[in-house]
């Protein structure tokens, strides 16, 4: 056998695995082999004694032509930004 021949069995014999796969019964999917997973317990209600998030204030948002944005506060009086 010369090496084209051997390289045309081996392209052949995938082939016929491909169209075995492909020919497998529908009602059968990799989904189904899956175990299922066990049902979490049921959640407990949050405590209604949580602390209030804290306050936070908006930032400036502006943007420099880098893609950078001011993280001073929103509306502040000073004429530069801080980026970041």
């Given at each position: 056998?010369?090496?084209?021949?051997?390289?045309?069995?081996?392209?052949?014999?995938?082939?016929?695995?491909?169209?075995?796969?492909?020919?497998?019964?529908?009602?059968?999917?990799?989904?189904?082999?899956?175990?299922?997973?066990?049902?979490?317990?049921?959640?407990?209600?949050?405590?209604?004694?949580l602390p209030d998030p804290p306050v936070v204030e908006p930032l400036c948002g502006h943007r420099n032509m880098g893609g950078r944005t001011c993280t001073r506060e929103a509306g502040h009086a000073a004429k530069s930004h801080r980026y970041s």
């Open positions: 056998m010369s090496k084209m021949d051997n390289l045309r069995a081996m392209r052949e014999a995938r082939y016929e695995a491909a169209r075995a796969r492909t020919e497998q019964p529908p009602g059968r999917s990799r989904s189904a082999s899956v175990p299922e997973r066990p049902k979490a317990a049921p959640r407990a209600e949050p405590a209604a004694s």
